[in-house]
């Protein structure tokens, strides 16, 4: 059974930083790219990066130069470092892993994900 549990959400400032943990199991994370979502009320679940062990990471424009994906496929954790943070970073943010190894293509559309976490929430006050 594929668990992926989020952890390391809380409440910072604006300017703050949190890391996010993404602990695995049941998966061989070699075999898929994990993406990194959130989501805010009333707004779409939203791709904010995608990870492989072998490229480079991908991110959305809004949060490139702040935030930080990296992965350690021996622990199957992956992280999200994210500095810098800004209101508008207030979501729920979800862990997920891909279909597929690489993020090809529509990296951040949900629905390219199978297995996903329950979410940790990130508070920004401005």
């Known amino acids: 059974q594929v668990q992926m549990v989020e952890s390391g959400g809380g409440f910072v400032e604006a300017g703050g930083s949190l890391t996010l943990s993404c602990t695995i199991s049941g998966l061989k994370t070699t075999d898929h790219a994990i993406g990194w979502f959130r989501q805010a009320p009333g707004n779409e679940r939203e791709g904010v990066s995608c990870?492989?062990?072998?490229?480079?990471?991908y991110y959305i424009d809004s949060v490139k130069g702040r935030f930080t994906s990296s992965r350690d496929d021996v622990k199957k954790i992956g992280y999200l470092r994210m500095n810098n943070l800004k209101s508008e970073d207030t979501a729920m943010y979800y862990c997920a892993a891909r279909r597929s190894d690489n993020c090809h293509g529509s990296w951040s559309s949900e629905h390219e994900y199978i297995y996903w976490g329950q979410g940790t929430q990130v508070t920004v006050s401005s």
């Open positions: 990870i492989t062990w072998h490229e480079w990471p």
